[in-house]
């Protein structure tokens, strides 16, 4: 023993002089790199009309005013940068629905008060493993997992003044939060040969949704990641030369493409579910001025219950949701540059008592809603500067569940409770700087 402890004093002071050798193969910055910073705003007018609220005391719905509301329906403010060659990362912060008013008929929450929230939005890092090649990317971080193309399409991307509202059900079904992010690790890449008609992208990723217990800080006692995985096969133009986890949906007639993807998720045994799965299947056409997009997403979570006899029931519960959008892009005068478009969202869960029972048991959502839009964009510098007039119009059945259902979007509204949901037409300003 005292033989090694001197033979260990008398290495170490050798080993100081050795570890202390001038090493020169430091990583270099890249040259001129900068921060950039960005700010985005959506600057929304609504008139809302048929919104109706649940009085429990008179077991009914009562109407509201229709009313003017004026909101920041998304704001961001944050910044991105490419230190080392290949090595990128991205924050932004939140500070949306500034000015909504809860009893008007569009969507989420609120962030009003004498100081309005700031929160971070997206937080993450890009790294190209292989020099000059897409093939292989890296994305670590605070971000949306790989689903669902309505879900990891910007607002500002899309067509329809506010994006389909599946992305809602589907995000909380993945991540259990409606934002959709989560912390995690995603592997993805495009395969693509110059001169060929035919190209892949793909993502896989694996995350940790802390949304279920402990005020939304923990998975619970039970932990299972999620893993989620999607592929995309271009025909034509492809959608990106350069790999992002971003996604456009109109390319100023500049695309002749179809892009076909489909994708999966699983989830084991958590507090809440057994398991939690899901499959989806999503399309994008451009060809010249025709823009069209939609996906589809089926979602089930295994669970149990006690049955009204106190029997232990089994269960997989089954729910879907999608939407279909339509643009047109048309230049009048050669100086207005605007696209007519439509979309419809499906959202389909259980309308019997017993199925409403599974999915409230797993936290899933049940009867069924039916969205639609129909308006005008007018892009003054693409997605960067954009003007919309749209009308958007809703229907819901709550099943065999009576007054007071707040099984899915179009019969709940966070900070009210139980309501049917009006309509609205909507005046709205999209800038990104």
């Known amino acids: 023993m005292k033989y090694s402890i001197a033979l260990l004093l008398a290495f170490f002071p050798s080993a100081l002089i050795f570890g202390q050798s001038d090493f020169q193969n430091w990583l270099k910055k890249k040259e001129g790199f900068r921060i950039e ?51 990128q ?11 909504r008013d809860v009893l008007a008929g569009l969507v989420g929450g609120t962030n009003n008060g004498s100081i309005p929230n700031f929160g971070i939005w997206d937080a993450f ?22 689903l669902s193309r309505e879900s990891i399409t910007s607002g500002w991307s899309v067509n329809s003044m506010e994006k389909s509202m599946s992305q809602n059900y589907i995000r909380r079904h993945l ?19 110059e001169g060929r008609s035919v190209g892949l992208n793909y993502n896989i990723g694996i995350f940790n949704p802390v949304t279920l217990a402990n005020n939304g800080n923990s998975s619970g006692s039970a932990f299972a990641p999620l893993v989620v ?24 007639g500049k695309r002749k493409g179809l892009s076909v993807g489909f994708g999966g998720s699983w989830q084991g045994k958590t507090d809440v579910f057994e398991s ?24 089930w979570r295994e669970g149990s219950r006690l049955s009204p006899d106190d029997q232990v029931r089994s269960f997989t519960y089954a729910s879907n949701t999608g939407h279909l959008r339509l643009g047109y892009n048309i230049i009048a005068g050669k100086k207005a540059f605007l696209e007519p478009s439509f979309m419809l969202m499906q959202f389909n869960g259980a309308k019997g008592l017993t199925g409403q029972a599974d999915a409230k048991a797993v936290g899933a959502f ?56 009006g309509n609205w037409l909507g005046l709205g300003l999209n800038a990104i700087f």
């Open 37 to 87: 910073p960005f700010m985005m705003l959506q600057l929304w007018s609504s008139y809302s009309v048929g919104q109706e609220v649940y009085n429990p005391e008179q077991n009914q719905y009562e109407s509201v005013d229709d009313r003017l509301n004026v909101q920041l329906r998304r704001a961001r403010l944050g910044f991105k940068a490419e230190p080392y060659e290949g090595l």
């Open 89 to 99: 990362f991205t924050i932004a912060g939140a500070y949306d629905l500034i000015g």
């Open 125 to 146: 890092f890009q790294w190209k493993i292989k020099k000059n090649s897409e093939a292989f990317n890296l994305v670590g971080g605070y971000f949306r997992p790989q």
């Open 175 to 193: 991540v259990g939060a409606g934002p959709g992010r989560a912390l995690g690790i995603n592997l993805g890449g495009l395969l693509l040969e």
């Open 229 to 252: 995985g999607r592929a995309v096969v271009y025909l034509g133009d492809p959608e990106m030369d350069k790999y992002k986890i971003g996604y456009d949906i109109n390319y100023y």
């Open 276 to 299: 939690s799965y899901a499959a989806e299947a999503d399309v994008l056409f451009n060809w010249g001025p025709v823009n069209i997009d939609g996906d589809w997403n089926f979602m």
């Open 366 to 421: 049940s009867g069924s809603e039916r969205t639609y839009d129909a308006g005008i964009n007018w892009y003054l510098n693409k997605k960067h500067l954009k003007l919309m007039l749209h009308y958007t119009w809703r229907e819901g059945d709550a099943g065999e569940a009576g007054p007071g259902f707040t099984g899915n979007q179009y019969f709940s509204q966070s900070e009210v409770g139980a309501i049917h949901r």
